[in-house]
């Protein structure tokens, strides 16, 4: 079973995409923050991170730029999510490491595509 991590200041997006993700088996774990969620990829590296760009303590950039340093921090396929369209944003993010990047406000079938592109379900 695959571990998923989502990372989020907002419990409703959280939520949102917790339920998405649900009926596909994934072990899913949930932070508040940047932070936090760096502090879980350090005692335990999950498969796939889906992390917010704006959070409060640490932003998603900062987060990605940090766990891609890790040992084993290429391990995980990040997905980072935005309210930012503009190109500069969204290569910012590629450049720094993500794999794929969401779109906010996002649909269900939004999030199933970017992970079937990173091959979270196989």
Not at 66 to 87: D, S
Not at 95 to 122: C, H, N, Q, R, V
Request: proline share 4%; charged share 30%; net charge negative.
């Amino acid at each position: 079973m695959k571990e998923l991590l989502i990372v989020d200041d907002s419990s409703t997006i959280r939520k949102a995409i917790s339920m998405i993700l649900k009926p596909f088996g994934f072990n899913q774990h949930e932070a508040e923050n940047g932070k936090i969620a760096l502090d879980f990829c350090q005692n335990a590296m999950p498969d796939i991170v889906i992390v917010d760009w704006n959070m409060p303590v640490m932003t998603g950039i900062e987060f990605l730029e940090l766990v891609r340093k890790l040992e084993n921090g290429h391990k995980p396929k990040i997905v980072l999510c935005t309210t930012n369209a503009e190109l500069e944003h969204i290569q910012e993010a590629l450049e720094k490491g993500a794999d794929e990047y969401i779109i906010k406000p996002f649909t269900k079938e939004m999030i199933e595509e970017k992970l079937s592109m990173i091959g979270a379900f196989e």
